[in-house]
C-alpha cells in the first residue's frame, strides 16, 4: 500500500549537501524531491540504545534534517555490546550526548534536539507534536503502549521495532491508514513473562539488522516510496537466516483506534503493564532481605537455602557462593517445589529481584510461609559484597 509523503519538500539543497546526497539524488523514487523532503523531516527517536544506535546514525547519513532523541540513561560497559552510537570514552556519560556528538560527526547539516528525560504520560504528547514520525526503540511494554496510544491521538506514524536473543520484529503503526500496536498486542503479557534483554540477552548485530529496517521504512514513509509495512509485520529469525511476514489486520474492537474506543486519553502503562504482578508485590511484602542480610545469615551458619532462579547462562557468568541454580520456569511449571528442603528457609534471588519475587508467590502459595528474597539480586550482592565480581 502506497502512501503519500509525510512532509513537503525544503525550498533547496545546498551544493555541499547535493555532494553528500548525491547516491540517493540518481536512484529515481528518492531524487531531488524525496530528498529535500528527508531533509525538511523532523524524526523523533525514543532510545540511543540498542535500536536507538543505528537508527540515529541511518537516519543522519540520509539527510534527516531534525532528529530528535529522547533519552535520560547514561552508558554502561554492557551497551558497547550492541549500542555502537556510543564508546569506550563515553562509558558514563548521558546517552543523550553522546549520541548526538556522534550523529554530528556522521552528518554536521542535521539539527539535533535532546530531551534528556523519561518519556511518560506527562511529557509524551507535547514531544511528539513537534516531529512528523516517530522512531520506536524502546524495550519496555510500558513505554510501547505509551507510544502507541500518544501516536494514536496525535494520528502520527511511528515505526517499531523489537529485539530479543536472535529475533527481531518490525512493523509499521498508523492508526489512519492500518492497524496500531494494540490491534497487534492487544494486551501485554503477565508480569515476567517475557523477559527483557537484561534476562535473556540479545545478539548485537541483531540490532543492526531491525534498526536498519526501521530507517527504511521511515525514509519511505517520510518521502513518500514504497510500499511500507503498515499493516505487515516483519520477523526475522537471525539464526536461520528468514524473513517472513504476518498479516496485521486493523482490530475493530481495538480500545484506543477501534470506532468504540475505550481508551480516549493516556492511561498508567506502569499499572497497565504490571512491571511486577500484584501477587509478586504481596508476597515480597515483609519477606524482603537486603544482600547484607544475606551475608549475615552465611557468615552465622543460619539454616538456609539460596535459590538463584536465573538462567545458567547467568549463573556461568556470576553468582552468589553457596546458591543452587534452579530456573525461575521450573516453578512455575510446578517441576522444582517437591524437591525444596522443608528444614531450611528458603532464600531466593534473581539478577535484580524481579524473577525472585515473582518465584516467591509461587512459593508462599505452595505453603513455603518463611520464605524470602533478595531485593537487588545478585547485582546487589556484587554491588555491597563482591564489588571485585563482574556483573551484566
Given at each position: 500500500m502506497s502512501l503519500p509523503p509525510l512532509v513537503e519538500p525544503a525550498s533547496e539543497l545546498t551544493v555541499d549537501e547535493v555532494r553528500r546526497y548525491s547516491r540517493h539524488l540518481i536512484i529515481p523514487d528518492v531524487g531531488m524531491d524525496g530528498q529535500k523532503r528527508l531533509k525538511n523531516a523532523k524524526v523523533l527517536c525514543v532510545g540511543a540504545g540498542g535500536l536507538g544506535s543505528p537508527a540515529l546514525m541511518y537516519l543522519a547519513a540520509a539527510g534527516v534534517g531534525t532528529l530528535g532523541i529522547v533519552e535520560f540513561d547514561e552508558v554502561d560497559e554492557s551497551n558497547l555490546q550492541r549500542q555502537i552510537i556510543h564508546s569506550q570514552a563515553d562509558i558514563g556519560r548521558s546517552k543523550a550526548e553522546s549520541a548526538k556528538d556522534t550523529v554530528?560527526?556522521?552528518?554536521?547539516?542535521?539539527?539535533?534536539?535532546?530531551?534528556?528525560?523519561?518519556?511518560?504520560?506527562?511529557?509524551?504528547?507535547?514531544?511528539?507534536?513537534?516531529?512528523?514520525l516517530i522512531v520506536d526503540g524502546t524495550d519496555n511494554f510500558a513505554t510501547r503502549y505509551l507510544v502507541n496510544d500518544a501516536c494514536v491521538l496525535l494520528n502520527k506514524p511511528y515505526v517499531w521495532g523489537?529485539?530479543?536473543?536472535f529475533d527481531g520484529q518490525a512493523s509499521v503503526f498508523?492508526?489512519?491508514?492500518?492497524?496500531?500496536?494494540?490491534?497487534?498486542?492487544?494486551?501485554?503479557?503477565?508480569?515476567?513473562?517475557?523477559?527483557?534483554?537484561?534476562?535473556?540477552?540479545?545478539?548485537?548485530?541483531?540490532?543492526?539488522?531491525?534498526?536498519s529496517i526501521q530507517v527504511n521504512e521511515a525514509i519511505k514513509l517520510l518521502a513518500g516510496i514504497g510500499d511500507p509495512l503498515v499493516g505487515r509485520l516483519m520477523i526475522y529469525d537471525a539464526l536461520e537466516m528468514t524473513y517472513r511476514q504476518v498479516k496485521v489486520r486493523k482490530d475493530p474492537n481495538c480500545a484506543v483506534c477501534g470506532p468504540n474506543a475505550t481508551v480516549t486519553e493516556l492511561i498508567d502503562y506502569e499499572a497497565f503493564c504490571g512491571v511486577v504482578s500484584d501477587e509478586a508485590q504481596e508476597a515480597a511484602l515483609g519477606s524482603t532481605i537486603t544482600p547484607k542480610q544475606l551475608k549475615e545469615m552465611i557468615d552465622g551458619d543460619e539454616k538456609i537455602e539460596i535459590i538463584d532462579v536465573r538462567e545458567p547462562?547467568?549463573?556461568?557468568?556470576?553468582?552468589?557462593?553457596?546458591?543452587?541454580?534452579?530456573p525461575k520456569n521450573e516453578f512455575l511449571m510446578g517441576n522444582a517445589l517437591q524437591d525444596l528442603p522443608q528444614d531450611k528457609k528458603i532464600v531466593l534471588h534473581c539478577k535484580t529481584g524481579v524473577r525472585s519475587a515473582e518465584v516467591l508467590a509461587v512459593l508462599k502459595s505452595a505453603g513455603f510461609s518463611d520464605a524470602v528474597h533478595v531485593g537487588g539480586g545478585v547485582i546487589g550482592w556484587v554491588n555491597q559484597i563482591e564489588p571485585e565480581k563482574p556483573v551484566y
Amino acid at each position: 500500500m502506497s502512501l503519500p509523503p509525510l512532509v513537503e519538500p525544503a525550498s533547496e539543497l545546498t551544493v555541499d549537501e547535493v555532494r553528500r546526497y548525491s547516491r540517493h539524488l540518481i536512484i529515481p523514487d528518492v531524487g531531488m524531491d524525496g530528498q529535500k523532503r528527508l531533509k525538511n523531516a523532523k524524526v523523533l527517536c525514543v532510545g540511543a540504545g540498542g535500536l536507538g544506535s543505528p537508527a540515529l546514525m541511518y537516519l543522519a547519513a540520509a539527510g534527516v534534517g531534525t532528529l530528535g532523541i529522547v533519552e535520560f540513561d547514561e552508558v554502561d560497559e554492557s551497551n558497547l555490546q550492541r549500542q555502537i552510537i556510543h564508546s569506550q570514552a563515553d562509558i558514563g556519560r548521558s546517552k543523550a550526548e553522546s549520541a548526538k556528538d556522534t550523529v554530528l560527526g556522521i552528518n554536521p547539516y542535521t539539527t539535533v534536539n535532546l530531551h534528556k528525560e523519561r518519556l511518560d504520560s506527562s511529557n509524551v504528547m507535547e514531544l511528539f507534536a513537534e516531529y512528523d514520525l516517530i522512531v520506536d526503540g524502546t524495550d519496555n511494554f510500558a513505554t510501547r503502549y505509551l507510544v502507541n496510544d500518544a501516536c494514536v491521538l496525535l494520528n502520527k506514524p511511528y515505526v517499531w521495532g523489537s529485539i530479543y536473543r536472535f529475533d527481531g520484529q518490525a512493523s509499521v503503526f498508523w492508526s489512519e491508514h492500518g492497524p496500531c500496536y494494540r490491534c497487534l498486542y492487544p494486551e501485554p503479557p503477565p508480569p515476567g513473562m517475557v523477559p527483557s534483554c537484561a534476562e535473556g540477552g540479545v545478539l548485537g548485530v541483531l540490532c543492526a539488522s531491525i534498526g536498519s529496517i526501521q530507517v527504511n521504512e521511515a525514509i519511505k514513509l517520510l518521502a513518500g516510496i514504497g510500499d511500507p509495512l503498515v499493516g505487515r509485520l516483519m520477523i526475522y529469525d537471525a539464526l536461520e537466516m528468514t524473513y517472513r511476514q504476518v498479516k496485521v489486520r486493523k482490530d475493530p474492537n481495538c480500545a484506543v483506534c477501534g470506532p468504540n474506543a475505550t481508551v480516549t486519553e493516556l492511561i498508567d502503562y506502569e499499572a497497565f503493564c504490571g512491571v511486577v504482578s500484584d501477587e509478586a508485590q504481596e508476597a515480597a511484602l515483609g519477606s524482603t532481605i537486603t544482600p547484607k542480610q544475606l551475608k549475615e545469615m552465611i557468615d552465622g551458619d543460619e539454616k538456609i537455602e539460596i535459590i538463584d532462579v536465573r538462567e545458567p547462562n547467568e549463573y556461568e557468568i556470576v553468582s552468589i557462593p553457596g546458591a543452587k541454580l534452579i530456573p525461575k520456569n521450573e516453578f512455575l511449571m510446578g517441576n522444582a517445589l517437591q524437591d525444596l528442603p522443608q528444614d531450611k528457609k528458603i532464600v531466593l534471588h534473581c539478577k535484580t529481584g524481579v524473577r525472585s519475587a515473582e518465584v516467591l508467590a509461587v512459593l508462599k502459595s505452595a505453603g513455603f510461609s518463611d520464605a524470602v528474597h533478595v531485593g537487588g539480586g545478585v547485582i546487589g550482592w556484587v554491588n555491597q559484597i563482591e564489588p571485585e565480581k563482574p556483573v551484566y
